[in-house]
């Protein structure tokens, strides 16, 4: 079974940034590959999407500019950029694949914390 890990979470200071990669286990051939992130007390929601060639982006407005969204198809990697980082993008962050026969593969969860 495909797994995804997810790696580069931790704790860093307002302004500080970080990148999260998210390795899958074996190849996927994905439609998209997604990050989301989950903060304590709210609903996960969608924080950037990468499709499957590569070729379109989409991020949520709360991170536009500051989070960048890649992929090494060499390495089965997805990679986070976080930028410019502040308290409100405290949360548990999942890497999603949705393969391209409709399966969709998630990660544990890497947890960031953004505190002085």
């Known amino acids: 079974q495909v797994q995804l890990v997810e790696s580069g979470g931790g704790l860093v200071q307002p302004g500080g940034s970080l990148r999260l990669s998210c390795t899958a286990s074996?190849?996927?051939?994905?439609?998209?590959d997604a990050w989301h992130r989950q903060a304590p007390g709210k609903q996960r929601e969608l924080v950037a999407l990468i499709s499957g060639s590569s070729s379109d982006t989409t991020y949520a407005e709360s991170v536009k500019g500051r989070f960048t969204i890649s992929r090494d198809s060499a390495k089965n990697t997805v990679y986070l950029q976080m930028n410019s980082l502040n308290p409100d993008d405290t949360a548990v962050y999942y890497c999603?694949?949705?393969?391209?026969?409709?399966?969709?593969?998630w990660g544990q969860g890497t947890q960031v914390t953004v505190s002085s």
């Open positions: 074996s190849i996927i051939f994905s439609i998209y």
């Open positions: 999603h694949t949705r393969s391209v026969v409709g399966v969709d593969y």
